[in-house]
C-alpha cells in the first residue's frame, strides 16, 4: 500500500463509490484536512485520490479546499451521447454500449440543483484567504451529465445542451491549477474557472457539453493546449474574460459551439496554431476592447450544418458578422488560412457578401498574410453524424467560388493596416485611414 | 488492490506474461467483457491493464473489441537498437544494455505471421455495428519488434526496415482513441489507423520504425502533436490519406523517412509548427488533390546522410522533386524555413537546380513569406550516428551560396500566388497565369 | 503488488523517504542493477519508483546510471514560495499553508554541496561507455529547494535565487530523455541537461528558480513544449548551446528571466508558437552564431516589473539591445507580435530610442511581417504580486504612443531583408547593404 496520502475511491470506508462518489471523496478530503492539520513544520502536501473505471454516481457535491490534491482516473472515457440519444431507441439493443465508459462519473445531483450554477457542479472549488488554493489537478477522468432536458424548444430534449449541470466549478482565485486528459460529456458547463493564475488545460477531450472552457473574472498566464473540444450551438468552446497573457494553441476545436475562441477584455494574449470548425459566423470573436493579441497561423474552417437533426440551428449570426471579429486595438493577425465552404442560397442577410475578417472597432490592428478560400457549395446532409461530417470535410470538387469581402474594417476603426489578406475588391476599409496593400493579382 | 476493473498482467492468474503478455492481456479482456455484459442501466466501462516495467513477450496477437480500455506502461524505454546492431558484434560484452527497456513488449509472433499486415499486429482492433469503438487508451509503454529481416539488397539485414510486424492495427471506424507516451521501435509498421475520428496521437516517441505513423482510409478532427518521430528511409514518418481537419503540429520529426509528412486527399488541415529534417527530397508530399490546407510556421532541414551504414540509401526521389510538394488547391504555405544543406556535386539530376516548394498540380494555392536558406557544403561522414548528425546540423561555416529554385509552379498550375518567397530569379512560374511578388532585394 | 520492478519510496525496507529520500531511491537503484546485472537475454528493463503525495528530505544526492528509470509522483505541488517569503511573517499563522505540496522532495543537501554544481544536485546522472543512458524519465513530483541565501546584495535573501542547489543535473550524453509534469521551484538551477539527444522536455511548471532549462554541452532533435516556465532574474528561463533541431514551442514563459529563450550557438532550430513575457530587454538573444533558427508566431510581451520587493531589479541591459537580438545568420524572423509597453521616463540610456528586433551580427536573416506595438505608460506597482502583474497585463487604456525602432541591422551586417516589420523610419538598417520594404502606412 503506498503511503497515507494515496487513497482509492473503490477501498476508502466511508461510503459507497457507486451509489455516490461524492460523499466518498468528500469523506477522504476531510481525512486529508485532518491529519494535515498539524504538521512539524508546516508541510501540507495534499493527495491523489485515485478513480479506478468503472461507473460512479455523485449524488452529493464534492467540496475541495484544500490545496495540492490531485483527482485522478484511468480513461476519460469518452464516447458520443450525442449520436446514440439520436439513435431510435428499437435499435439501442443492438448497440455495443450505451454509455460512456472509463474512470465515470455520472452527475446526478437533485433536481434543482442546477439553478444555482455553483450548486450545479460536481465538482465546486472554493477558498478564502491566502495563500490561493493551489495545484488542484484533475485528470484522466469523466465526468457525465447523463442528459440534456427540454428547453422550450422544437429540439428533442437530449440535443438541448441545457441541464443545469457543471463538470468544474472554480470560484476562488487559484494558481497553478491542471487539468489534464480528463473528459467532458453532457454538461451544460463543462469547465468554469474564476480567476486563474498559471492553469493548464491540457490534453483533454471536452465535448458535446454547453459550453466546454470558461475563464471567467481575470486572471493570467496561462494556457489551453492540445485539448479536443466542441461546443454546442448555445454555448462557448473556450471563452476567456479579462485575461492577461493566455496562450490558446494547438487546439482542435469541431463544431457546433456558437463560437470556437471567444475573448472579452482579453489582452496580450495568442490565439495561435489552432485547428477551428464551425458552423457559423463568429467562429473568432474578440471583444471588450481585446488588445494587443496575436491570431496567427490558424486553420479556420466554416461550412454547414450536415447532421438533419440539427439542420436549421444557428448561433443567430448573420454571414456579415465576420468568422473572425476584432473589437480591440493593436491586435495582430497572422498567417492564418479561413475556408468558408457554404451554400450561397442560404447566406444571410440574403443577398449580403460574407465578410472573414471584420475589424468592427479599433486602431492599430495589423492584419497580414492571410489566406482566404471562399466557395459555393450545395450543402448535403445525413442521418448519419460522423459519415456526413467526413463527406463534408472532403468535398472540394463539386464547388464553385463565392465572392467575399476578406477583410472588413468598419468605419469605426482607424489607423489600421492590412497587407496581403485579400485583392483590392475583397478589403473593404476606408483607405484614407487606414494603410491596405492587396494581395497581387495576375500581371500587378 | 484497486476495484475490479483495474488489472495487472503480473498479477492475473492466467498465463505467464514473461511468456506471453498476449495471452495474458485477452485473457483479461474476456474477463471485462464477460463481467460487464450485463449491467444494470447499459454501463460498460472498460478497464484499465498495467504493464510495469519488464520485459514481456508477446506471442499470440491481442484482439481487442471493446472500447474504454487503457493498456498502460511505467516507461516507453526507448534506445536504439539501430545504433547497437551496428556495433561490432564483439564490442556486445562491454555495452551496458543490448535492449530497450522499459514496460516492453517484445513482439516474438509466429514467423509469417506478418505476410499478413492484420496477423503481423501485436494489438489488433476491430469491431463492426454500432457504436464505433471508443476511448481505447495506448500509454507509456513500448512495442519492439526487436529485428528487421534481410530485404535482398546489401543492406545488413538489422537495417533493411522490414519484418512484417505492426505494433498497434485498428481496423474499424473509431472514435477519441488515444496514443500516449507510447515508444515504438524496430517494427515494419508502427501505428496503423484506419478510420478515425477524433484521435489523439500526443508525445510519444516513434523511431527506427519503417512507417511511424499512418492514418488510413479517412477521418476527420485529430491531433498528431508533440511526438518525437522518424520513420525508416522507405516509409512515412507521417502518413495521413482522406482525412479533414487534422492537426499536426509540435512534432519533432528526424531522419530518416522516405517523407516527413505525407498527406493523400487530405483537406482543411494543418501542418503548422513543426521541425521537420530528412535527408532526402519530398519532405512534405501533399498529393492526390490535398486542398485547403495550412502548411505555416514549420522549420524544414534537409541535409545529407552522415551515418555511415546508410550512405548511398535514398527515396529515390530527385532533387528537383521539391522539398515540400503539391498537388491540390488553396493550400496555404505562409511563414517556414527552409534550410537546404547539400553537397552541390551530390545533385541529382547532375546540373538541375534543386526546388524548395514545388506547386505541381493546383490552383489558388498561397505561398508567403517563405524564407529559403540553401548553402553548399562538403558532406562528412562517420561511424558514429549521434556525433555524425550533431556534427552535420552544427556545421554552418565552410559552406558556399547554393542556387535553388525556391519556388516552382508546373505548367500545370495556375492561379496561385507567391508572395516574398524568393528572388525574381528564384521563383519559376509563368507570370501570366499565376501572380508573383519577389522577395525585395537591396536597392530594389 | 504489481511486477518486482515497480517500487514505492513509502514501502521499500532500506531508510526512511521522510528523513532521506535519496538514500531511499539510492537503495532501490542498487537493488534493481543487482536484479538486472545478469539476465537471459541482456534485457534490463529498468524500473518505476513512485513518490506518493508526501514531504521528502533529500540528504543524499541520488545518483542514476542505468537507463529506462522512470521517477514519478503524483502531484507537482507547486505553490508559490516567492509570495509567501514576501509576507510578513506575523501573517503567517493566518496562511492555509506555507509550503509546496505534491510528491514533495525537499533538497537538504550538507552546506557547502553547492559549491560544485554537481554535488549540489538533487538528482545527480552519470554514465560514461555505451550506450548512451537512455530512456530515463521525471514525472509529476516536485523538487524544492526550500529557501535561497543572502547574496551580498540588498535583496532580502529569499528574494537572491541562490541556493547553490540544482534539481536535475546530467552530466553525461543521453538519448530519450523525459521530464514531464515536474513542479520545481526555488533551486539556483532547476534542470541541467548536458549533451541531450531526442530529449522531450513537456508541460513542467518550473518557476521561481535562479535558472529553469538549460541544455549545456551540445545536443539535437529535442523539444522543450508546452511549460509554464519563469526563472529569476539572474538566469535563464530557457537556455540552450550549441544544439541542433530543437523545437522551443507552446510555452508560456513569464518573468523575471534575464531572459525567456537565449540560444548560444544553435543552428536549425525553432522558437515558435511561444508566449513570452519579461520585465526587461533581451528576452530572446540568439548569440554565438546561432544560424538558420525560426523565430515565429510568438507573442513577446516586454513591460515593467510591478511587484515592490523587486522594484529597481533588472538584467542590466539597455533599451537599445532588442528585444528579439539576432547575433547569426540566415535566421528567420517570421509573424510575431511585440508588445513594448513602457513608461518613456524609465528609458536606458536615458533620450535613446528602444529597439525591438537589433540584428546585431550576421547576413542573411530575414524578418518578416512582424507587428510592433509600443505604449508609454506610467508604471503602477504593487505590494501584491498576483493583483499588480494583473493590473499591468491588462491595463491599455492610460497610454500615449511610444516611439520605437522595430529593426535594427547593425553596420556589421548585411544582406538581410526586412519585411513590413516597421515603418520606414522604424526600420534602421544600411539600405545599400540590407533589402528593406517598410510596412506600408496610410495613402503610401
Known amino acids: 500500500m503506498p503511503g497515507p496520502n494515496h487513497y482509492d475511491v473503490t477501498t476508502w470506508p466511508v461510503g459507497d463509490p457507486a451509489w455516490d462518489i461524492g460523499q466518498v471523496i468528500n469523506s477522504i478530503i476531510a481525512d486529508v484536512k485532518q491529519r494535515q492539520a498539524v504538521t512539524a513544520d508546516g508541510g501540507r502536501p495534499g493527495a491523489v485520490i485515485y478513480i479506478p473505471p468503472g461507473d460512479y454516481r455523485l449524488r452529493t457535491q464534492v467540496v475541495i479546499d484544500i490545496s495540492f490534491l490531485r483527482i485522478e482516473g484511468a480513461g476519460h472515457g469518452f464516447t458520443s451521447s450525442s449520436i446514440r ?84 466549478h472554480v470560484a476562488s482565485a487559484n494558481d497553478s491549477f491542471r487539468v489534464n486528459g480528463m473528459g467532458f460529456v453532457y454538461l451544460e458547463h463543462a469547465l468554469v474557472m474564476h480567476n486563474a493564475d498559471a492553469l493548464s488545460i491540457h490534453d483533454n477531450f471536452i465535448a458535446e457539453c454547453g459550453s466546454c472552457v470558461e475563464l471567467r473574472g481575470w486572471g493570467q498566464a496561462s494556457k489551453i493546449t492540445d485539448n479536443l473540444i466542441g461546443a454546442g450551438f448555445k454555448g462557448h ?68 450544418e450536415p447532421w438533419t437533426p440539427f439542420l436549421g440551428i444557428d448561433n443567430g449570426r448573420e454571414d456579415t458578422y465576420g468568422l473572425l471579429r476584432v473589437s480591440g486595438s493593436n491586435n495582430s493577425v497572422i498567417g492564418n488560412h479561413f475556408s468558408e465552404i457554404v451554400d450561397a442560397q442560404g447566406i444571410r442577410p440574403v443577398g449580403s457578401t460574407p465578410v472573414i475578417i471584420r475589424v468592427a472597432v479599433g486602431s492599430g490592428n495589423y492584419v497580414a498574410s492571410n489566406h482566404v478560400v471562399a466557395l459555393d457549395v450545395h450543402a448535403a446532409t445525413s442521418d448519419s453524424c460522423f459519415a456526413a ?12 467560388g463565392l465572392v467575399v469581402t476578406t477583410v472588413m474594417v468598419d468605419p469605426e476603426s482607424a489607423r489600421n493596416t492590412v497587407l496581403d489578406s485579400g485583392t483590392e475588391a475583397q478589403v473593404v476599409a476606408d483607405r484614407r485611414v487606414n494603410a491596405v496593400r492587396a494581395t497581387p493579382t495576375i500581371g500587378s
Chains 1, 2, 3 share one sequence.
Open 389 to 400: 461530417q467526413v463527406d463534408a470535410l472532403l468535398a472540394t470538387d463539386a464547388s464553385d
Open 85 to 168: 440519444f439520436n439513435v431510435p431507441e428499437d435499435e439501442w439493443p443492438d448497440l455495443h454500449e450505451l454509455w460512456p465508459g472509463g474512470s465515470r462519473v455520472l452527475v446526478d445531483l437533485a433536481p434543482g440543483a442546477g439553478v444555482d450554477e455553483s450548486r450545479g457542479a460536481a465538482f465546486y472549488v472554493e477558498r478564502d484567504g491566502s495563500p490561493r488554493i493551489s495545484s488542484l489537478e484533475f485528470a484522466n477522468f469523466l465526468i457525465d451529465g447523463l442528459h440534456f432536458e427540454p428547453d422550450g424548444s422544437d429540439l428533442q430534449p437530449e440535443n438541448t445542451y441545457v441541464n443545469g449541470k457543471t463538470g468544474i
Open 237 to 304: 468552446s473556450i471563452y476567456a474574460e479579462n485575461h492577461g497573457g493566455l496562450l490558446i494553441t494547438a487546439n482542435n476545436v469541431f463544431p457546433r459551439g456558437a463560437s470556437s475562441v471567444h475573448l472579452s477584455g482579453v489582452t496580450r494574449s495568442s490565439i495561435s496554431n489552432n485547428r477551428l470548425h464551425s458552423f457559423y459566423p463568429g467562429m473568432v470573436v474578440l471583444e471588450s476592447t481585446s488588445s494587443e493579441n496575436l491570431v496567427s497561423a490558424n486553420h479556420f474552417l466554416r461550412d454547414h
